[in-house]
């Protein structure tokens, strides 16, 4: 199948303090390091790198113990709000290089603000060991990278960081797939808001394939949107190492990469997060190297097309 060339833009995000440790801020350089810029021109698809996001905390916002770094997050969820949206509307393929997965606040909120102004729902997959679906009233520790599916889905407003009258991501568009760390309070949310989990075990016992062609029906008959947010700790730690997260039992190689494809094939992905790559806890690099390989499936590259590296 011929891969129909696409305009990316990249974003770079160098958030770490949504994660309560050090080391994801390198996220980025570590993807540009790994080659995901030429992996994409290599596939025939027009590139261009926007850098990274800078900024500085946002003083209208409250401090709050519950919400730790609530300013500076919540100045990262505005300006890749805007930059995510400007980018989907100009035509282009917002991929967000990350960084925690608190920044995916203002990614999937910028793709619901232009899902909104054509007409069509948004649906976001969220490869992930952890549902990301706690509020500043319900999180253990108060870390925001475990807040933004419920930020996104309305359920987490600490504090005016958007507008409160922002398109919003319907819970029951949101599938989240390789799910095996679930906090007690967030399963009662999930269940509450018909969040469509599909753990460990129930992609053992159906197969990755069952699942991807069911979430991909379900927004094929939508005529939806998708934004994909991919979590390293989604891939088993023996793949990725390089995440502070991690929990063992994850996707292997090769459903991760079934996943892609089986995207790619449907067409339906208009924006894309790489988040929680963590260097300094990676093994030279291998981490990175996975997700770029993991983006160029998505972007038409398929088995008969990798090379071989020598020994």
Do not use: C
Not at 108 to 132: C, I, N, Q, T
């Amino acid at each position: 199948m011929e891969v129909q060339s696409r305009s990316v833009t990249l974003i770079g995000v160098p958030v770490e303090e949504g994660s309560g440790r050090r080391g994801a801020a390198m996220g980025p350089a570590a993807l540009r390091i790994a080659g995901v810029d030429q992996t994409l021109i290599d596939l025939g698809h027009d590139v261009r790198d926007e850098g990274d996001i800078h900024v500085v905390p946002a003083r209208d916002l409250p401090n709050h113990p519950k919400a730790h770094n609530l300013r500076l997050i919540g100045a990262y969820t505005r300006a890749l709000e805007a930059s995510t949206y400007d980018a989907a509307a100009a035509g282009r393929f917002p991929l967000i290089l990350g960084g925690d997965h608190s920044l995916s606040m203002g990614s999937v909120s910028g793709m619901a603000r232009y899902a909104a102004e054509k007409g069509r729902p948004l649906f976001v997959l969220w490869l992930d060991a952890h549902s990301d679906f706690n509020s500043p009233a319900t999180s253990p520790s108060g870390n925001m990278h475990g807040m933004p599916v419920a930020f996104f889905s309305g359920q987490a407003e600490v504090a005016e960081i958007l507008p409160k009258d922002r398109p919003l991501v319907d819970p029951r568009n949101v599938f989240q797939v390789g799910i095996r760390s679930v906090d007690p309070s967030e399963r009662v949310e999930i269940q509450k808001h018909g969040v469509n989990v599909f753990d460990m075990r129930s992609i053992d016992e159906q197969g990755i394939a069952a699942t991807m062609r069911h979430i991909v029906s379900t927004i094929e008959r939508a005529n939806g949107l998708l934004h994909v947010s991919l979590d390293v700790d989604f891939l088993d730690p023996d793949i990725a190492p390089g995440v502070g997260t991690t929990v063992p039992g994850g996707a292997t190689f090769r459903e991760a990469h079934l996943v892609m494809e089986m995207l790619s094939d449907s067409g339906l992905v208009s924006s894309l997060d790489l988040v929680e790559l963590n260097p300094f806890l990676d093994d030279r690099g291998k981490s990175a190297r996975v997700l770029v390989e993991l983006t160029a499936s998505l972007f038409g590259r398929r088995i008969f097309d990798r090379p071989t590296r020598a020994a």
